[in-house]
């Protein structure tokens, strides 16, 4: 028989996430659906009649908990079953969900993640890399902030509606045929109409200040011609267009790409003797298929997350060990579960959104795509997220 599995220990907010996910998982389901956990944590209740209770080790935290049962799932659940594990915070949002258990291969199998190896191990390691990196985005915002008063354009949220701006102007400008009268109703509000402000694609822009504002009165671009010369003057900053960073006049770089780096891959090469490419597709635990065949993968898999726990190096997740368990077994090359099977909803790319008439799109609505479980691994709730309303409104009818 096929079942599906979810974990959850402790926090209210896992738990919340969980029952949300509950809801839309039995909705769509005809599978049996069943939730570990160590009940003796949680602060709130489970909305599940099918529980297995796990006992932890009390020397665990909540989060270490949840690991220990997730990693160990051969051990707490009946054989001759098989298993679909989902984190909390999936989604599924429609009836082919079950369609998943037609893709699992032997040992185990499980979907890919939205980056490469090099760009996870950041998150995976104490190694201040990211520390660092938003040390150097407090200097630049601060630097800005000399001109602007505070401003923060490094902030998630504010790049991705700077991209959302700086893509209507790109449509506005190759296709003048098209918007034409669009075009013409910007130049007659900037350039001639006496106004203090005007609107485009729901952003403010103030003429006194040449600046765009959000809704909720935050900078998020500026005409950059207009402040060049200030702005490497005042605050010693510019703008390569050539090589598209910021620069300093002490020959500072600022790229704000995703940070990566290099430290999980030499971590797992000196300790465990296995060298894993930092170009690597990484795997995502939050969606894979097992069963009995998967026993001694799991096995090691929990063995060698457990240990970890007490390397102050290592950060406490499952997904570095992961990575070890699959080239350890010699799986880098397996097949994994298709996207649609677990979409990684990433909240600072404007490509990935949903519309109520066009649907989900991966690639800003160029086609349709249809996803069958969203994994909404951040941004969980927020109202202004177009994938995270797709949701909401569908959880009315649930």
Not at 264 to 291: A, D
Request: hydrophobic fraction near 35%; glycine fraction near 4%.
């Amino acid at each position: 028989m096929n079942k599906f599995v979810f974990v959850v220990c402790g926090g209210k907010e896992h738990i919340e996430e969980l029952n949300f996910s509950l809801k839309f998982l039995r909705k769509y389901s005809k599978n049996e659906i069943i939730v570990l956990s160590d009940l003796k944590r949680n602060e709130i209740k489970i909305k599940h009649n099918n529980i297995i209770q796990v006992d932890t080790p009390e020397n665990f935290d909540n989060h270490q908990a949840s690991i220990f049962i997730k990693t160990g799932l051969n051990k707490f659940l009946p054989k001759a079953h098989n298993y679909c594990y989902l984190d909390g915070d999936i989604v599924a949002i429609n009836e082919k969900v079950d369609e998943i258990f037609n893709f699992y291969k032997p040992p185990i199998t499980f979907a890919k993640d939205h980056c490469v190896f090099e760009e996870f191990s950041p998150h995976a390691m104490n190694c201040k890399c990211i520390e660092e990196d938003a040390k150097k985005e407090n200097i630049f915002n601060e630097k800005l902030s000399e001109l602007f008063g505070k401003i923060n354009l490094t902030n998630p949220k504010i790049q991705k509606q700077s991209e959302l701006l700086l893509k209507t102007f790109e449509k506005l400008r190759k296709k003048p045929i098209k918007y034409f009268f669009t075009n013409v109703s910007y130049l007659f509000k900037r350039y001639i109409f006496p106004i203090k402000k005007f609107s485009l694609n729901g952003f403010i822009f103030l003429k006194f200040n040449k600046c765009w504002y959000n809704k909720e009165n935050e900078i998020i671009l500026f005409d950059y011609p207009y402040y060049e010369n200030k702005l490497w003057g005042k605050a010693g900053i510019r703008f390569n267009a050539k090589g598209n960073f910021w620069e300093t006049k002490e020959g500072e770089k600022y790229e704000f790409k995703v940070p990566k780096c290099s430290h999980l891959s030499e971590y797992l090469k000196k300790e465990y003797g296995i060298k894993i490419p930092n170009n690597w597709q990484h795997w995502n635990g939050g969606v894979f298929l097992f069963n009995d065949e998967s026993e001694e993968f799991l096995n090691y898999w929990q063995e060698i997350t457990i240990k970890e726990f007490s390397n102050p190096y290592t950060k406490t997740r499952d997904q570095g060990t992961l990575a070890l368990s699959v080239w350890k077994f010699g799986l880098e090359n397996h097949t994994n579960i298709p996207e649609e099977f677990n979409w990684i909803c990433e909240f600072a790319n404007n490509d990935i959104a949903w519309h109520k008439n066009l649907g989900y799109t991966k690639n800003g609505f160029k086609s349709e795509f249809k996803p069958i479980l969203l994994h909404i691994y951040h941004e969980w709730g927020n109202k202004d997220w177009s994938i995270w309303q797709s949701v909401a409104k569908e959880n009315l009818n649930t």
